[in-house]
Nanobody, 125 residues
């Protein structure tokens, strides 16, 4: 089992930045892809970005490309989501997730077995 805990959410103004952290415990993240998803009120959970188990790949949703950066520090068992140039549409609960490397789509929630409890991001205009 892997337990994930997000932190770093909060209130930020349009154009501002936040860095979310996701700390893992319980088992090693070796061979685990780390993903970030978000869910806004009344909307389905959507893929934001991910970093591969070997750090060789990253993927982003078109809506956040060039504004958000996903990274990981396996020595600290932590993944990060750096969010810059935040827009009102970025407001949501953000979830981190982990899953063993897969040949399937890394942007699908089905690729991830473990999920955090989420952290709220609010963007004020």
């Amino acid at each position: 089992q892997v337990q994930l805990a997000e932190s770093g959410g909060g209130l930020v103004q349009v154009g501002g930045s936040l860095r979310l952290s996701c700390v893992a415990s319980g088992r090693t993240l070796r061979f685990h892809n780390m993903g970030w998803f978000r869910q806004a009120p009344g909307k389905e959970r959507e893929f934001v970005g991910m970093v591969g188990w070997d750090k060789n790949i990253t993927r982003y949703a078109d809506s956040v490309k060039d504004r958000f950066t996903v990274s990981r520090d396996d020595a600290k068992m932590t993944a990060y989501l750096q969010m810059d140039s935040l827009e009102p549409e970025d407001a949501a609960v953000y979830y981190c997730a982990s899953g063993l490397k897969t040949t399937g789509s890394v942007s699908s929630s089905r690729a991830y077995s473990y999920w955090g409890q989420g952290t709220q991001v609010t963007v004020s205009s």
